[in-house]
């Protein structure tokens, strides 16, 4: 299986944030929600975003009360945190995400669809508002057809025609009262670009233990690499980690390769 975690959490600096936050409690949800599509993945390979899972959450979170609201607090790492810290960094991470810069182009969007004549609290839609920049429609998921058709238009516009077909008809019926939906793209170059005549041959083992031969990016330099261990004794417990800086030095992508 391979699965990339879009966006994991880059290179960000601490002063960034107006409010003191964990780094753990980002990397231990990133892990968790890792280690939950694997286990359910059956071998596929999956792209998913942290980010924009705990940017959604947040939202969800918003709207929450007793038990659903712990256990949401407690599923993200949130339950030492006070006086709802966590709204405050996630705002903090969207606006730093979405602030313009020369040397890369990113978006971040959201969008929350409401069922036409249901009731949803205008403090809870200030809130989407004030910390994820929400937009809100009001839609009928009776005609799921049209909506998948305007969600999807929605999705495509904010991410330069890179992802289509983001929902179907077949996500929404009659029982559909809220649908969030979370779109990102990002354009970077690398700070260290791969030139395509350095393109190289090499054998690439697949599931099976069958090599091919395939065409892969090829360079030498200086990155920051490191190897750590899960604290077992199994071969795949020692990891190879890869820091590939994009230019600006904002972002970098994390290769994360297990040694088994």
């Known amino acids: 299986m391979f699965v990339l975690g879009l966006l994991l959490l880059l290179v960000l ?12 409690t980002i990397a231990d949800f990133s892990v968790n929600v890792y280690n939950q599509l694997r286990a359910t993945g059956e071998d596929e390979n999956i792209i998913f975003s942290p980010l924009g899972i705990a940017i959604t959450m947040g939202m969800v979170e918003l709207g929450a009360h007793g038990s659903t609201l712990k256990e949401i607090q407690h599923s993200m790492g949130y339950e030492d945190l006070k006086n709802g810290e966590e709204f405050a960094f996630l705002k903090d ?26 009731h949803v609290s205008d403090k809870f839609l200030q809130l989407v508002k004030k910390y994820f920049k929400a937009e809100v429609e009001v839609v009928d998921f009776s005609q799921n057809i049209a909506v998948a058709s305007y969600i999807n238009k929605w999705v495509e516009n904010r991410t330069n ?7 179907s008809a077949r996500d929404f019926s009659t029982l559909t009262q809220l649908a969030i939906v979370n779109a990102i793209y ?10 395509p005549e350095n393109t190289r041959t090499f054998s690439f083992t697949k ?42 030095d904002e972002f970098s992508m994390m290769i994360v390769l297990s040694r088994q």
Do not use: C
Request: glycine residues 8%.
């Open 93 to 118: 991470l969207y606006d730093m995400a979405v602030t313009e810069d020369s040397h890369y182009v990113m978006k971040l969007a959201n969008s929350l669809y409401v069922q036409n004549g249901y």
């Open 13 to 24: 600096h601490s002063e960034a944030f107006s409010t003191s936050f964990p780094d753990e």
């Open 186 to 195: 990002f354009k970077g170059n690398w700070k260290s670009q791969f030139r």
């Open 207 to 248: 599931d099976d233990e069958s090599e091919v031969q395939i065409p892969m990016m090829y360079q030498q330099g200086e990155f920051y690499y490191g190897e750590f261990s899960d604290g077992s004794n199994e071969a795949g417990g020692i990891y190879q980690v890869l820091e590939i800086p994009y230019e600006g």
């Open 161 to 167: 025609n890179m992802i289509k077909d983001f929902v």
